[in-house]
């Protein structure tokens, strides 16, 4: 007669050591972690510091234009970002890359900003990140001066080509930053960054001959601010 209950003692058991690997994977705690993410892509905009007096520079037929002077300017910003812990689980150290093309009429600039980031977890969706970087802006003017392509041909050498372009005098500056920046994640991927700096260059980008008595100089150094939307993967 005592058959019957311990059946059901050896039942329950069996029942509930068939559950415990399924309750255990259920589990958030024991659920394999995600990889953090090891490089990021992002794409905004920017307003920065960009001085210069007002001058005139050459234009076509030998005649010049006025340029007005200019205390900040637009730019068009990107970048591609890598994670410079990858393997250890980890992703607070990465390594930037900054892109910037400057919207500023004659006056083209483009800028690369190669530098560090130390990203702080403020909660689950907002990150704190402080970053020291190097500048290198490449500033032109133009000259005024049409050439035009001369394509090589293999049985009578250069030829005159279709294509015209005006040639441009250019200038290379150097300096170095920092900036501080708030990312807010939306889900496992999208991003969005709000960030401000300040950028110190060693020198203007200067010596632009753009009359027969004026020579011409241009102020990248100075703070910014803009905002960004980046993918993590």
Not at 121 to 132: E, F, H, I, M
Request: glycine letters at 12%; proline letters at 6%; aromatic letters at 10%.
């Amino acid at each position: 007669m005592r058959l019957t209950p311990a059946l059901c003692s050896v039942g329950l058991l069996v029942s509930l050591g068939l559950s415990s690997p399924a309750l255990a994977e259920g589990l958030p705690g024991e659920q394999t972690e995600r990889r953090p993410p090891q490089l990021s892509v992002e794409v905004g905009g920017s307003v920065t510091r960009m001085n210069h007096a007002s001058t005139q520079i050459p234009s076509f037929r030998q005649e010049f234009k006025p340029v007005e002077s200019r205390a900040s300017a637009p730019r068009l910003s990107g970048g591609l970002h890598f994670n410079i812990l990858r393997g250890s689980n980890r992703d607070d150290l990465w390594w930037t890359n900054g892109v910037d093309w400057y919207f500023a009429n004659d006056v083209q600039v483009l800028s690369f900003r190669p530098g560090l980031e130390k990203r702080f977890p403020l909660s689950q969706r907002l990150t704190l990140g402080v970053a020291a970087f190097g500048a290198a802006s490449e500033v032109s003017l133009p000259t005024g001066v049409i050439s035009q392509n001369l394509p090589d041909d293999p049985n009578n050498g250069p030829q005159l080509g279709t294509d015209y372009f005006q040639a441009r005098d250019k200038r290379w500056i150097f300096g170095a930053g920092g900036v501080a920046s708030l990312q807010v994640g939306f889900g496992r991927f999208v991003y969005t960054r709000l960030q401000a700096g300040y950028t110190q260059y060693f020198r203007q980008a200067k010596g632009f001959v753009v009359t027969t008595s004026d020579s011409f100089s241009i102020s990248l150094s100075g703070p910014f601010a803009g905002a960004l939307v980046g993918v993590s993967l």
